[in-house]
T-cell receptor, first 113, second 111 residues
Framework: DTGVSQDPRHKITKRGQNVTFRCDPISEHNRLYWYRQTLGQGPEFLTYFQNEAQLEKSRLLSDRFSAERPKGSFSTLEIQRTEQGDSAMYLC???????????FGSGTQLSVL | GESVGLHLPTLSVQEGDNSIINCAYSNSASDYFIWYKQESGKGPQFIIDIRSNMDKRQGQRVTVLLNKTVKHLSLQIAATQPGDSAVYFCAENIGDDKIIFGKGTRLHILP
């Protein structure tokens, strides 16, 4: 499978715990994006990377959220001290370059109890 | 502001008929637009895209129309099939290569 891969597919955690999600983009893609999607809504932009450089963080991304792409390949999104409001689908997407279409993974569904 | 919106949250279409899903965008600087299809439990799937120097683009059974004058985008699906049931999102590149999405339209196919 040469598409965008996300792990895990589902995560259930208790409020206050830390969670980390991983995204493996399509191998030749330079850009990597994280989005969050809640039921009935479109994906909301969180952050994106050009290779290993994080270009922008949305104001939705509080200081409890951090994303990295250390070698310009896979990326991780960590949420510290999870809250019930963090429950959502976290989607990763990649594109070959700027201004190109995004290819999405299947997402990680987070449930905070 | 930065927003991409859709006119209808739900659209019901008879199987075999054509579907038209509409989208309004607000950012005049947007230069690239994409339609995505999302089925339950899956990530958005690319359908078709169009750049601002075009006003129409056709794919297999799908056509995207762009009207920059009124900042309107539409997706036309010909001969709608049961497998077309999904939520459809339009998305735009707002000029800083950040792709933002609208709320989506759920397409129901009636037998």
């Amino acid at each position: 499978d040469t598409g965008v891969s996300q792990d895990p597919r589902h995560k259930i955690t208790k409020r206050g715990q830390n969670v980390t999600f991983r995204c493996d983009p399509i191998s030749e893609h330079n850009r990597l994006y994280w989005y969050r999607q809640t039921l009935g809504q479109g994906p909301e932009f969180l952050t994106y990377f050009q290779n290993e450089a994080q270009l922008e963080k949305s104001r939705l991304l509080s200081d409890r959220f951090s994303a990295e792409r250390p070698k310009g390949s896979f990326s991780t999104l960590e949420i510290q001290r999870t809250e019930q409001g963090d429950s959502a689908m976290y989607l990763c997407a990649s594109s070959f370059d700027r201004g190109e279409k995004l290819f999405f993974g299947s997402g990680t569904q987070l449930s905070v109890l | 502001g930065e927003s991409v919106g859709l006119h209808l949250p739900t659209l019901s279409v008879q199987e075999g008929d054509n579907s038209i899903i509409n989208c309004a965008y607000s950012n005049s600087a947007s230069d690239y637009f994409i339609w995505y299809k999302q089925e339950s439990g899956k990530g958005p799937q690319f359908i078709i895209d169009i750049r601002s120097n075009m006003d129409k683009r056709q794919g297999q059974r799908v056509t995207v129309l762009l009207n920059k004058t009124v900042k309107h985008l539409s997706l036309q699906i010909a001969a709608t099939q049961p497998g077309d049931s999904a939520v459809y999102f339009c998305a735009e590149n707002i000029g800083d290569d950040k792709i933002i999405f609208g709320k989506g339209t759920r397409l129901h196919i009636l037998p």
